[in-house]
C-alpha cells in the first residue's frame, strides 16, 4: 500500500514517525513526489491544489483536520474519490476546555474581578440569574455536542443550530436559516462551531450579530472567514456587544496591524482551541484504512454537496 503523506505544518517527522509505527506495511512518500500518481491513499493538510492534480486513483484522501475548508477546490476532486475529515481524534476534549473556560469566565465576570484587584477595590458584583445566560453554539456536529455536553452541568440554559435537525437531551435545537433569527433572539454568548462552507462564509454578519441582546458575548472557534471582522468590531465600539473571544481569523497569523490585537473587548489566541494531536489522528486514520482495505464503511466522509 502507498500513501502520500503532505502538511504545511512544521512537524512533518512526528506524523511520517507514527504512520510507519501504526502501519508499517505501507510504503510512503513525503510530496513533491514522482510516485504521487500511483498513491492509494493521501494524507495531506492544507495541500496545494498541484499535489491533488498529481493524485490517480486514490481511494481516500484524508485531510489533518476537522475542517476540510483548507483542502482547495474540494468540488473539483474526482467525484469518487473520498475526502475523509478527522473526527474529534482528541479535538472534542480540547475544545469543550476552551469553551467552558471562555463561557465561566464571561459568567463569572473574572475580567471585571481583575480590573477590581488592580484598582484595589474589593466588591462582590451581583450574581447574575444563570437562567437568562443563555450559550447559543452554532454547530452540533462532533465538536458542538461535545462542548454542550461539558457545558450542561453547569445548568447554563442551551441552544444548538444545525443544517438538520438533532435532538440532544438539555438542549433547545434549530434548523435552517429560517430558524436562525429566532436562536439568536436572548443568546447571551454565542459560540460558533461550525465548518466554513459557501453557505457560512460571512455568517456572522451585522444584521445577524445584531439580533443578539446587548450586553452579549462572540466565541468564534471554528474558522474566521465566517465573522465579517468589521462588523464584530462596529458592534464592540458602539457598546452593543461586550466582548469577544477569538480562536481563528481570515487571515492566520493575524496580521500586526488588524484591530483585533489591541481592542479592549477581544480576547484572542492563534488557533489552538482544539489542536490536531498526531498519535490520536494516526490511529484514527490507519483504523479507516485498515476498514477501507476490507472493503467496509468508514465515517468522516465529507458531503460534497455540502463542503463539510
Ligand atoms: P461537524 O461534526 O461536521 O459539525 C458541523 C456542524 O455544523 C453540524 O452540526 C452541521 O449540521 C453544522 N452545519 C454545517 N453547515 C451548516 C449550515 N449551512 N447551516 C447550519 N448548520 C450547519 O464538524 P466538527 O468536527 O464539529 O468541526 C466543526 C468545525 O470546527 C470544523 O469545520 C473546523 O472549521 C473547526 N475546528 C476548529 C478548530 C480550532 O482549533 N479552532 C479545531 C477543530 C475544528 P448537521 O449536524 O445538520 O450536519
Ligand atoms: C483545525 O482547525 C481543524 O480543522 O482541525
Known sequence: MRLLFYTAGSNAESWLEALRRVLPEAHIDGWPSALAGEADYALVWKP???????????????????????????????????LVRLEDAGMAEQMAEYVSHA??????????????????????????????????????????????????????????WSRTHKLLSGVATSTGMSELDGFLAGVRLLVCLLPLTSQTQGL????????????????????????????????????????ATLDVFRDEPLPPEH??????????TPHVSAVTLVEESVAQIAAKIRCLEAGRPITGVVGREYGY
Open 48 to 82: 496545494p491544489v498541484e499535489l491533488l492534480r498529481a493524485l490517480g486513483q486514490v481511494k481516500a484522501i484524508f485531510n489533518l483536520g476537522a475542517g476540510v475548508d483548507s483542502v482547495p477546490d474540494v468540488f473539483a476532486l474526482p467525484p469518487d474519490v473520498r
Open 103 to 160: 463561557v465561566l469566565r464571561r459568567y463569572r465576570e473574572f475580567d471585571a474581578y481583575a480590573e477590581q484587584q488592580r484598582l484595589s477595590e474589593w466588591r462582590q458584583r451581583p450574581r447574575r440569574p444563570k437562567s437568562e445566560f443563555i450559550v447559543g453554539i452554532l454547530g452540533l456536529g462532533v465538536l458542538g455536542t461535545a462542548v454542550a455536553t461539558a457545558l450542561a452541568p453547569f445548568g447554563f440554559p442551551l441552544r444548538a
Open 204 to 243: 456572522l454578519d451585522r444584521a445577524r450579530l445584531s439580533r443578539l441582546p446587548q450586553g452579549a458575548y462572540v466565541v468564534n472557534v471554528s474558522r474566521g472567514g465566517l465573522l465579517i471582522d468589521d462588523d464584530l468590531l462596529v458592534l464592540l465600539d458602539n457598546d452593543r456587544l461586550a466582548g
Open 259 to 268: 484591530r483585533f490585537w489591541h481592542h479592549p473587548r477581544v480576547t484572542l
